[in-house]
């Protein structure tokens, strides 16, 4: 319960420090919300490469643990059936 009050917390904190920097900079109450409520409608196009990139190696990653997974299973199947 701790980590989701602290995660709304850490996002409320942002995203009203987005909110109040959009306005300081002059922009119009409209824009800096929308700024502040979606993000891909500000990122840049090195933001968007950076953006797939990470999410590549997340998939990347799980799909090497499943298929260690799946391979690891596949030997000790085999090893156990040998004996």
Do not use: H, Q
Not at 7 to 25: Q, Y
Not at 41 to 52: D, L
Request: a positive charge; proline letters at 2%; charged letters at 20%.
């Amino acid at each position: 319960m701790k980590i989701i009050f602290i995660t709304i917390t850490m996002l409320t904190i942002l995203i009203s420090c987005s909110f109040g920097i959009d306005l300081l900079l002059g922009f119009e109450m409209k824009t800096a919300l929308r700024n502040a409520v979606s993000p891909f409608r500000v990122m840049e196009v090195p933001e968007y490469f950076v953006f797939i990139f990470l999410i590549a190696i997340y998939f990347l990653k799980k799909l090497y643990s499943l298929m260690n997974k799946w391979i690891s299973r596949k030997l000790s199947k085999m090893l156990g059936e040998g004996s």
